[in-house]
T-cell receptor, first 109, second 112 residues
Framework: GQNIDQPTEMTATEGAIVQINCTYQ??????LFWYQQHAGEAPTFLSY????GLEEKGRFSSFLSRSKGYSYLLLKELQMKDSASYLC??????????FGPGTRLSVLP | DAGVTQSPTHLIKTRGQQVTLRCSPK?????VSWYQQALGQGPQFIFQ???????QRGNFPDRFSGHQFPNYSSELNVNALLLGDSALYLC???????????FGSGTRLTVV
């Protein structure tokens, strides 16, 4: 089966670093995606990993280990506007996404 | 270059009614996928359309149906609405065999 797990909620302080973990049990994912979703809005694309390792993109980085079924999203220099839900999603070879439940991140001053 | 557009943005319907949601893909994309996102949950895949045919379907009942037009735009139809159909409905477009990661802004459906 295809199952993706993430923590439900996390809290961090403005200016800090936070790591949001995602674990999955599946065969057939050809990539791991991270999305940011503010309340009431659609998900916006943050990053995509197809190979093992770290992908860095400004304040955001994403890591993938396919053998361990594990990914994380790292957010540096947190800002209040980073308060949102973060969705981990597996990509099924161009067919569809399988999403995790999302992690609601609250950034406190 | 327009991204993925969806209409309407908000909709309120009564139980038992039927609803049609619309999606226009990003220019150059010919594959459209629909997702349902209940409050506090991740999006769930409904189905995907390519070349005017349903290519793949998630675990949704037959009350959920769709259509794709020759210009690649798509409709999602839901019959016999239930309270549990209240959700944000998202459309994503891509090339065949690709996941562009590009979603529309969604349609918020409320069933009362």
């Amino acid at each position: 089966g295809q199952n993706i797990d993430q923590p439900t909620e996390m809290t961090a302080t403005e200016g800090a670093i936070v790591q949001i973990n995602c674990t999955y049990q599946t065969s057939g994912f050809n990539g791991l995606f991270w999305y940011q979703q503010h309340a009431g809005e659609a998900p916006t694309f943050l990053s995509y990993n197809v190979l093992d390792g770290l992908e860095e993109k400004g304040r955001f980085s994403s890591f993938l280990s396919r053998s361990k079924g594990y990914s994380y999203l790292l957010l540096k220099e947190l800002q209040m506007k980073d308060s949102a839900s973060y969705l981990c999603a597996g990509g099924n070879y161009g067919q569809n996404f399988v999403f995790g439940p999302g992690t609601r991140l609250s950034v406190l001053p | 270059d327009a991204g993925v557009t969806q209409s309407p943005t908000h909709l309120i319907k009564t139980r038992g009614q039927q609803v049609t949601l619309r999606c226009s893909p990003k220019s150059g994309h010919d594959t459209v996928s629909w997702y349902q996102q209940a409050l506090g949950q991740g999006p769930q895949f409904i189905f995907q359309y390519y070349e005017e045919e349903e290519r793949q379907r998630g675990n949704f009942p037959d009350r959920f149906s769709g259509h794709q037009f020759p210009n690649y735009s798509s409709e999602l139809n839901v019959n016999a609405l239930l309270l549990g159909d209240s959700a944000l409905y998202l459309c994503a477009s891509s090339y065949p065999g690709g996941l562009s990661g590009r979603f529309g802004s969604g349609t918020r459906l409320t069933v009362v």
